[in-house]
């Protein structure tokens, strides 16, 4: 029995050496800096597991942790973006780690400070301390895009995951995982508390464990999205390139302008470009000039399902230096209409106006029309409007002539259409861009919108230019003789709501 004993302590001894011998030239490699700046690495680089540890101290395989997916670093101040789902098991307590490569190419668990949530769209912000960006880590940031990424656009996919998920230890090398493929579509679907999230869908599988990843552009190496999960509702594929069948499955990832906002929010920088010197959330101050706020995310209300006729609402609003409308004044609007609109606008999110590289706050207008479902029409498609706020210092441009668009005759399509306007300081619209699409529907409503004619924005008493935000949205129509009869006073309405639903991965 003795002997078995001091064979015993023996092994335990060997196996305490070896840990600390390991331990010791991680550390003194670590304590070199890489040679790589950040942003030169891979994009390998800037990923990393996020997990808990199960023991307190290092076996001979390092430290057993549980998996539950990715987050991508964002800056070298040490903040990372990932899914806020993969933090529900560490709201009732638990501390997350991230697993960040040493020089040597091992790996060391770092704490992961939860800093902000946005929950409805699934976005989570960490910060690992100590900053690995300052300790010697193998560490980068990816630029995050503002840009919407057209479909066809070539997209790839970088995750790490454990060689085995129940048996998972800090010393055994992740797997990497890289896919590539295209941008499909855009699709739109509700939370559970009836708010929309845009997801992006791509031509590639996704699989448990990937969650919290970056979908990265090809061409511009920017982060457009996080993978979310699987889109499981069948939904036609507008644009496809390649020859091979489509995945009835796609990817579906978190369009990263809905992480842009939240970190806004809580003043963390950001950056455009791997340049360290142009973050967009704190840009170079040679930046001369004005520039007016750009739209991240703006989501549509639902055509009231009680509204009989058609509608408008017309905003002035301001955005301000966080990117959020505030002091949103009711131009024109009317129940039920109103309360529907009042409730989206309240979730828009900007890139704020600039002067001089700061950011300012400044108004825009903000028109939501929702076209009358019958056919024939039974109410004016035009609509005229008396210039108003002419006493204000500072407005955004308004309407004073709006046209409803037509229905197609060949399209069976309900649902909204934005888009994103400049109008010049004589009330003219010089430019337009449409920031939400609807197949078959898109070209109607461009084609009235560029009837319409608007009072130009002010600025400090002077005509300037003004950004508006127009948002168009239709219900399938119905006739109009077999709904509503003259002189009956009363009728139905008809719609049906086409969402999507995703499967999010909860855990792997």
Not at 144 to 159: D, H, I, Y
Not at 184 to 213: A, D, F, M, N, W
Not at 293 to 307: G, Y
Not at 320 to 335: A, F
């Amino acid at each position: 029995m003795p002997a078995k004993i001091a064979v015993r302590n023996y092994r335990n001894a060997a196996a305490t050496l070896l840990i600390a011998i390991v331990l010791f030239f991680s550390y003194a490699a670590a304590a070199r800096a890489s040679e790589k700046a950040p942003g030169e690495a891979g994009p390998a680089a800037a990923i990393c597991p996020v997990v808990y540890p199960l023991d307190q101290d290092p076996s001979e395989k390092g430290y057993h942790y549980l998996f539950y997916g990715n987050a991508f670093f964002i800056n070298e101040d040490g903040y990372l973006v990932t899914a806020a789902h993969l933090m529900h098991s560490f709201r009732d307590g638990g501390q997350p780690h991230v697993l960040v490569e040493l020089p040597t190419g091992q790996r060391r668990l770092l704490k992961a400070e939860v800093v902000a949530t946005d929950w409805e769209h699934d976005v989570a912000v960490l910060r690992v301390k100590p900053n690995p960006f300052e300790g010697g880590y193998r560490v980068a940031f990816l630029p995050l895009a503002t840009e919407r990424l057209a479909p066809g656009k070539n997209v790839f996919s970088v995750s790490l995951r454990p060689s085995s998920l129940e048996e998972a230890y800090t010393f055994d090398a992740p797997l990497e995982d890289r896919a590539e493929g295209e941008v499909l579509s855009y699709q739109y679907t509700r939370t559970e508390k009836g708010r929309e999230i845009e997801l992006l869908l791509y031509s590639q599988k996704v699989i448990p464990g990937q969650s919290g990843s970056p979908v990265i552009s090809e061409e511009t190496g920017e982060v457009v999205g996080f993978i979310e999960g699987r889109w499981l509702h069948p939904t036609a594929i507008p644009f496809v390139t390649t020859a091979e069948q489509v995945d009835p499955s796609p990817g579906a990832a978190v369009r990263i302008h809905y992480a842009i906002s939240l970190l806004q929010q809580h003043d963390i920088p950001w950056h455009a470009t791997l340049e360290p010197t142009t973050q967009a959330g704190s840009p170079a101050e040679s930046a001369k000039g004005f520039t007016r706020p750009t739209p991240l995310s703006l989501v549509a209300a639902p055509f009231p399902p009680q509204a009989l006729f058609g509608g408008e609402i017309l905003f002035d609003a301001n955005v301000n230096t966080k990117g959020r409308l505030t002091d949103v004044r009711v131009v024109q609007g009317q129940s039920p209409f109103l309360e529907e609109v009042l409730g989206a606008v309240q979730t828009w999110t900007f890139l704020p106006a600039r002067l001089d590289g700061r950011p300012v706050e400044a108004r825009i207008g903000i028109v939501f029309q929702f076209a009358q479902p019958y056919l024939p029409k039974m109410t004016a498609r035009v609509h005229e409007y008396k210039e108003t706020g002419t006493d204000s210092k500072d407005r955004g441009a308004l309407p004073i002539f709006t046209l409803e668009p037509e229905y197609p005759p060949n399209s069976i399509g309900e649902g909204s259409v934005i888009l994103n306007e400049i109008v010049d300081r004589d009330g003219r619209v010089t430019s337009m861009h449409v920031v939400r699409d609807l197949e078959s529907l898109t070209r109607s409503t461009v084609g009235a919108v560029q009837q319409w004619r608007f009072a130009p924005g002010r600025r400090a008493g002077e005509a300037a230019e003004s950004g508006v935000i127009v948002v168009v949205t239709f219900r399938r129509p119905a006739v109009a003789s077999r709904i509503l009869r003259p002189g009956s006073g009363h009728g139905s309405s008809c719609g049906v709501s086409m969402r999507g639903h995703c499967l999010f991965w909860q855990r792997p």
